[in-house]
Structures are given as C-alpha cells and as structure tokens.
C-alpha cells in the first residue's frame, strides 16, 4: 500500500495548484486510512492463527510482536500520504523535519525499551517514532502549510469515485 500511494498520489499532485494538490491529499488521505483500519483489524484478528499455521505454536508469543508492527506500518502509510502533499507543494523539508523526528524518537525508544524488553522495545520504537512523524507531519499541514487537517471520514460519493478511478481503461 505504502509505495503504490507514494508512486500514484506524489504523480496525481505533482502539478496542480495547493488548492486542487490539497483536494486530492484529503481524498487519499481517506482512503489510505479506511485500507490501513481495513487491513490492522484483519492483522490483529488473522495474525496470531496466521503465526501459529505457518510456524507453528513456538510461535504465537510473536503476535503481540506482529500486532505492534502493524501499527506502526498503518502510521508510515499515512504519514507518507502526508509527506507526499508537502513533496508536491515544494516544501521537502518539512518531510525531512519529520523524518528526522521520527528517527529520534525511533532511537530513544529502543535504546530505553531493547535492553529491558527485548524485540518488542525495537516494535515499539519504530511505532512510536511512526506516530510522531505522523504527527510532525500533521502539525505542518496547519502550521507551515496553514491549510486545515484532512477530515478522517469518507465524503459521500467517494467510494464510487475511487472505483470508478480503479475501474479506468
């Protein structure tokens, strides 16, 4: 999911005014975040019974392992939807801010969590420095950008119009 959006929602914005670039950041911001929910619950329920198939039931203490990444891989998802609104309006650096952020919060984290805890401190610090690059990103969006938050819940018609997209020839 990650790389597809960064591929098609950095080329649909590329080009286009704030306005119009901001519009469609909005849209796929929306249904990044309905795919991302989508697929964690899917995670979070199938992953265990998933781990034990597969590797067998050595394995099950793993899924609190999995269910952490998870997370941490629907917040990169949408903060590269993010990141891609600030690539498109010229402004990199923001991303860059963020990502630095991100990587030392990241950082911090593991070198507290790793010794006491083991693979779950590492899970947990790359969540956490997902989320706050998450959330530099957002803060940008208001406070460099000075354009409001994407509203989290799908318009009406925008699922037909995301088929309908899908759907081209």
């Not at 590797?55 to 099950?60: D, W």
């Amino acid at each position: 999911v990650k790389t597809t959006v960064a591929s098609a929602g950095m080329a649909a914005m590329a080009g286009r005014g704030a306005a119009e670039a901001k519009a469609l950041h909005d849209r796929v911001f929306r249904f990044v975040l309905v795919a991302v929910l989508g697929i964690a619950a899917g995670g979070f329920a199938l992953g265990g019974p998933a781990i034990v198939l597969v590797y067998g039931a050595e394995f099950g203490p793993a899924n609190t392992l999995f269910r952490v990444l998870v997370v941490e891989a629907a917040l990169s998802c949408l903060g590269q939807v993010v990141a891609q609104l600030f690539f498109s309006l010229g402004r990199p650096g923001q991303a860059s801010v963020a990502q630095a952020a991100g990587f030392a919060a990241s950082l911090a984290a593991m070198l507290a969590l790793v010794p006491a805890v083991g693979a779950l401190g590492a899970a947990v610090g790359l969540a956490l420095g997902a989320l706050v690059r998450l959330c530099v990103l957002l803060a940008g969006v208001r406070l460099v950008l000075r354009m409001n938050l994407p509203h989290p819940i799908l318009a009406r018609g925008e699922i037909a119009l995301f088929w309908r997209g899908l759907n081209r020839p």
